[in-house]
């Protein structure tokens, strides 16, 4: 298996970067892409680290958000068959309050009409291919939920309601030295998120994490929790056994320092052009 990051917020000399996320894996012979950033500059960096968008032959979308969601325009441009699978509920209209008034951060409602024949829903537990599921979040600790408080899932004219993020998935592949878990923001909180993954794939270990935490705030203290919960977080990812954890996008360098403090080199920072083989 060899992982390699097309976009993230930062890039090796050369590449490209953006606020978004997206990763290619080629797993046992299999073309597999992980989401596609917030625009096509995705496609630049996949050419100059040797990756053909054209062979993939299918694409998970984590969660139904534009940072990864829109440079699926250009994947669909340079790729004529692979279908993007996401959750039923990815096409919903979501929507960030930070600055008081609604923004739009969902899937392109151009986007979702005129590519509707390239997308695939998955319900429940799915097996792509042998050794390639995607799985949903079926288990809530509540002292590990999400504490984002600004993402809004728009239900009516002019209501809103608390996003549960039932539209986010995770990307897990077995390997010799166990799971390999992927959620882009990990917007249900990664430790709900590992422990749905050992629930319905029972008697593995998750072996590493892969994908942002979404631990960052824009403000002052770079911080959207209090540094505790970052902390719990990191001691039961111990717990749990992941031994590997490649995190960044929305992670925060702050909550990265703190979890590095807790797991040292254990944690290991995402960006575009890194590569990783299992």
Not at 175 to 193: A, T
Not at 237 to 253: K, S
Not at 254 to 278: H, I, K, M, P
């Amino acid at each position: 298996m060899k992982i390699t990051v097309l976009m993230e917020n930062t890039a090796r000399e050369g590449l490209c970067s953006e606020h978004g996320l997206s990763v290619h894996i080629d797993y046992e012979g299999h073309s597999i892409l992980l989401d596609a950033g917030s625009s096509g500059k995705f496609a630049e960096n996949a050419r100059a680290l040797g990756v053909d968008l054209s062979q993939v032959e299918m694409a998970v979308l984590s969660h139904g958000h534009y940072d990864h969601a829109d440079g699926l325009r250009q994947f669909f441009r340079e790729n004529d068959h692979a279908p993007v699978w996401l959750r039923p509920e990815a096409g919903e209209e979501y929507f960030g309050m930070s600055s008081g008034t609604p923004k739009f951060i969902g899937i392109h409602r151009e986007l979702w009409r005129e590519q509707a024949g390239r997308f695939r829903t998955a319900e429940g537990l799915t097996r792509l291919l042998p050794g390639v599921w995607l799985v949903p979040r079926t288990r809530e600790r509540a002292e590990f939920a999400s504490r984002e408080r600004y993402l809004m899932r728009k239900v009516g004219p002019d209501r809103f309601v608390p996003d549960d993020f039932a539209h986010e998935q995770s990307l897990v592949l077995e390997s010799e030295r166990g799971l390999i878990l992927f959620n882009s923001c990990s917007h249900g909180g990664i430790v709900n998120i590992v422990d749905s993954v050992l629930a319905q794939l029972p008697g593995r270990r998750v072996w590493a994490v892969w994908g942002g935490l979404h631990m960052h705030n824009p403000g002052a203290n770079d911080l959207n929790c209090p540094p505790e919960y970052v902390l719990s977080v990191a001691d039961e990812l111990d717990r749990l056994g992941v031994a590997e954890v490649y995190t960044g996008h929305c992670t925060g360098q702050r909550a990265f320092q703190l979890l590095q403090s807790r797991l040292g080199d254990r944690v290991r920072a995402l960006t575009g052009g890194l590569t990783v083989e299992y």
